[in-house]
């Protein structure tokens, strides 16, 4: 098998029907020997049976697969275990692929031999977006978009999304799969199942070990919005939970701490406050919103500094 496109998917299986016929209208593809892969993680509605009704409507190959494991990079991970094929592209079942998708993703590995492709990300949201949702907040909805052109992405502050992204095999190799530590478990409705970084984290490792990594603006997906992703409570929970998991996985030793907490932090706090109080003023609340989240990223370290300390001492 050359390709495999891998849909993890959780409780939405009213979602599949669109997402997989989207990809049987894939044009360009006949020669292509590739599958459609779904992992179902661990669901509890009707996605096996949606699955067993699509395939003999489906054009390809379309497999099923359930992982018990709670959790996107534990669903990504067995997509990778139980295939064999070169590439290995990852959608999520909110994602509706353009016609010229997947052959843009082959050719962009084709031409450039390189470990990872990444494509464009552009929202659709069924509602227009509040007014506290600055452009440059729009990739924390999944948007990705570096322009019109061909690159190759440094894998640092360049690198693919979740939402549209492909692994040559021999990436996996290199620095093995999907960290299960990070990564929204569940719908990611909820706090506690609301964490990302998994995607960051792999290809900052790819990057370290010298893989390659590209972006083709013509692998173009849309990423559907789902209204809880409109409000602020969502976009709260995120930066809170990314310093949360920042903290847990520091490894570092500080010389003055607090309550297990490094002192410079209490610091970054204060000033994100003070930063926030000024706009909230200066600019109005709609405008400030991005500086109240960075105080809950800052927030989000220091508890878990806090929690992961009492722990240790509590284990001691």
């Not at 669901?43 to 390809?60: A, G, I, M, W």
């Not at 470990?115 to 999944?142: C, H, K, N, T």
């Not at 998994?198 to 893989?211: C, K, M, N, P, S």
């Not at 992703?229 to 996985?249: D, E, P």
């Amino acid at each position: 098998m050359e390709l495999s496109v891998i849909i993890s998917t959780y409780n939405r299986c009213q979602n599949l029907r669109s997402c997989i016929a989207h990809l049987d209208r894939q044009q360009q593809v006949d020669s292509l020997d590739w599958e459609i892969v779904v992992v179902d993680n661990n669901s509890t509605d009707d996605t096996k049976v949606t699955v067993q009704n699509l395939r003999p409507e489906c054009r390809f190959s379309l497999r099923y697969l359930f992982e018990p494991e709670q959790g996107l990079s534990f669903a990504r991970n067995r997509g990778i275990d139980d295939t064999t094929s070169r590439y290995l592209v990852f959608i999520d079942d909110d994602i509706l692929v353009d016609k010229d998708w997947l052959t843009a993703v082959h050719a962009t590995f084709q031409t450039y031999d390189c470990d990872a492709v990444g494509g464009r990300i552009l929202v659709d949201s069924p509602e227009s977006m509040p007014a506290w949702i600055q452009p440059d907040m729009y990739g924390f909805l999944g948007h990705r978009d570096f322009g019109d052109q061909v690159f190759k992405m440094n894998g640092v502050d360049e690198f693919p999304f979740g939402g549209n992204m492909a692994l040559h095999r021999r990436a996996i190799e290199r620095v093995g799969k999907f960290h299960t530590g990070m990564g929204r478990k569940g719908d990611g409705a909820r706090r506690e199942e609301l964490f990302k970084g998994e995607e960051t984290d792999y290809f900052h490792r790819l990057a370290q070990a010298g893989g390659s990594m590209y972006y083709n603006p013509d692998a173009t997906v849309h990423h559907r919005i789902l209204p809880y992703q409109l409000k602020k409570s969502f976009f709260r929970t995120i930066h809170f939970n990314a310093g949360y998991q920042k903290a847990a996985f520091d490894e570092k030793s500080y010389a003055r701490t607090l309550a297990g907490v490094p002192l410079f932090l209490f610091g970054q706090f204060a000033r994100a406050v003070i930063r926030y109080s000024a706009q909230l003023f200066s600019v109005g609340p709609n405008n400030a919103f991005r500086q109240q989240m960075n105080i809950g990223y800052f927030l989000g370290m220091i508890v878990s500094y806090y929690k992961h300390r009492t722990a240790k001492v509590g284990g001691a």
